[in-house]
Every structure is written in structure tokens, then in C-alpha cells.
Nanobody, 122 residues
Framework: QVQLVESGGGSVQAGGSLKLACVFS????????MAWFRQAPGKQREGVGD???????SYADSVKGRFTISRDIGKATMYLQMTSLKPEDTAMYYC????????????????WGQGTQVTVSS
């Protein structure tokens, strides 16, 4: 059973940076697509970006050019480097895993972490 544990959240001022990590266990990391989602209070969960088995990544328009997803297969860990943070980036950030999953199809993401809070102040 896949387990995911996020870390790295915190509070930062607008314009600052944070790097989140998601440690994967319970299966072969290299065989899974991985993604970051976020949910702000009172808002629907939205996909931030994903990284597929091939290593290719995609991003939501709202974070493109500011956020970068990477992975370390040897450490079974995915990262989300966030720069130029804005108050509207404030949310709980979740990592997700799914075999063959893509960001645009939420039900394909079968494993979820517990989330890590990111707060950006103006």
C-alpha cells in the first residue's frame, strides 16, 4: 500500500520561496505518476502540477514559471520548489500518486498524503 508523507510547509512573506518534499513508500516509486494538489479554505482542491513516469512535468497556469516539480528516484521523494510566492498560494498542499495518472483526471490519483500547510503573507 502506497504511503505518502509531505514536509516543508511553513509561513513566508510574499516573494519568498519554499520547498516541499513528499516521501513515497510501499511500492516502486519509479512506476508511479506523482502530483501536487492544493486546497485553500472555502475553495475546491486544485492541481498544481505533476511529474510522470517519463519525467515529464506539467503545471497549472497559476503556478507556471514559479513552481518546479522534481523527483529523486533513489530517495523515492518528489519535491515542489515554490518561488515568487503570492498570498493566493496560501493553502494546504497535498502530494498524490497514481499509476498512469494525469493532473486533469483527479480520480486516477489513488494515494494521498496528509498535507502540509503553506501560508504566504503580504
Amino acid at each position: 500500500q502506497v504511503q505518502l508523507v509531505e514536509s516543508g510547509g511553513g509561513s513566508v512573506q510574499a516573494g519568498g520561496s519554499l520547498k516541499l518534499a513528499c516521501v513515497f513508500s510501499g511500492a516502486s516509486f519509479s512506476g508511479y505518476s506523482m502530483a501536487w494538489f492544493r486546497q485553500a479554505p472555502g475553495k475546491q482542491r486544485e492541481g498544481v502540477g505533476d511529474i510522470r513516469v517519463s519525467g515529464a512535468s506539467s503545471y497549472a497556469d497559476s503556478v507556471k514559471g514559479r513552481f518546479t516539480i522534481s523527483r529523486d528516484i533513489g530517495k523515492a521523494t518528489m519535491y515542489l520548489q515554490m518561488t515568487s510566492l503570492k498570498p493566493e498560494d496560501t493553502a494546504m498542499y497535498y502530494c498524490a500518486a497514481g499509476r498512469g495518472a494525469v493532473l486533469s483526471v483527479p480520480h486516477l490519483w489513488t494515494a494521498w498524503g496528509q498535507g502540509t500547510q503553506v501560508t504566504v503573507s503580504s
